[in-house]
C-alpha cells in the first residue's frame, strides 16, 4: 500500500517538474531509459573485462583497469555530444520542421564522428606521455601493457562514435527501441567475442581489443 502511495507521489512530482506541451513523463521516460541502459553497459563492461582477463596476471589486470577508467570518460564525453544531437533532432521533429530533421540529424551524426576521430587521433600521438603522467606511479610493465590496450581501444572510437551518433539522432524522432535494440546487440556481440577469444582461445589483451573491433564492424553490415 505503502509503496503505491510512493509510486502516485513520485509520479504527480514527475509530472509537474518534467511534462509540458512538447513532451509527457512517458515521453522522456522512453527517451531516458534507453541511455542509462547504454551508460550501465559501459560501465558494466570495465568489470566483465577485468574478469575476462584475470587469467593474465596482476599487471594486465591493472593495466585494463586503468585504460578503462579513461575509456569511460572518453566515451561520456562522446555520449555528450550525441545526446545534445538529440536534442536538436527533437527540438525540430516535435516541432513539425521535417524538412530540417535530415539535415540536423547528419550534420549530428558528422559532429559526433568528428569528435571520434579527434579523441583517436589525438590520445594516438600522446597516448604515451597522457597515460604516464596519469598513471605514472604504475610499474614499467604495467605502462607498456596499458599502452597496448588502449591502443586497440581507440581504434574503436570513429565506429563507436558514428553508432552513438545514429542511436542519438534516432532518440530525437522517437525510435527508443531501435537503439535499445542496437545497444544490446552489439554488447552481447562483445560479450560473446569476449568469451570466445579471451576465454576460448586464450588471446588475454589481444582477444578483447579483436572483440571490440570485430563487434563494431558486424554492428555497421
Known amino acids: 500500500m505503502r509503496s503505491i502511495q510512493i509510486k502516485k507521489i513520485v509520479t504527480k512530482r514527475l509530472q509537474q517538474d518534467f511534462s509540458g506541451q512538447q513532451f509527457s513523463t512517458a515521453a522522456l521516460r522512453q527517451l531516458f531509459l534507453p541511455v542509462l541502459i ?97 598513471f605514472g606511479s604504475a610499474q614499467a610493465e604495467v605502462l607498456s601493457i596499458s599502452r597496448f590496450y588502449f591502443l586497440g581501444v581507440l581504434l574503436t572510437y570513429p565506429s563507436l562514435a558514428i553508432l552513438e551518433g545514429i542511436n542519438g539522432v534516432l532518440r530525437g524522432i522517437n525510435r527508443t527501441k531501435s537503439t535499445l535494440s542496437i545497444s544490446l546487440f552489439t554488447n552481447l556481440l562483445y560479450l560473446t567475442f569476449s568469451l570466445i577469444l579471451v576465454i576460448g582461445l586464450t588471446q588475454g589483451i589481444l582477444g578483447l581489443i579483436f572483440a571490440m573491433n570485430l563487434c563494431l564492424v558486424i554492428a555497421f553490415n
Open 38 to 134: 547504454d551508460r550501465t553497459f559501459l560501465i558494466m563492461f570495465g568489470f566483465i573485462n577485468t574478469a575476462l582477463i584475470s587469467a593474465s596476471g596482476s599487471a594486465t589486470i591493472a593495466a585494463v583497469n586503468m585504460v578503462e577508467s579513461l575509456n569511460v570518460f572518453l566515451v561520456s564525453m562522446i555520449s555528450a555530444v550525441a545526446l545534445a544531437g538529440t536534442v536538436l533532432v527533437a527540438r525540430d521533429f516535435g516541432a513539425g520542421r521535417t524538412n530540417k530533421v535530415s539535415k540536423v540529424m547528419t550534420t549530428s551524426i558528422l559532429i559526433t564522428l568528428l569528435i571520434g576521430i579527434s579523441f583517436c587521433l589525438s590520445m594516438l600521438l600522446f597516448k604515451g606521455p597522457i597515460l604516464q603522467g596519469i
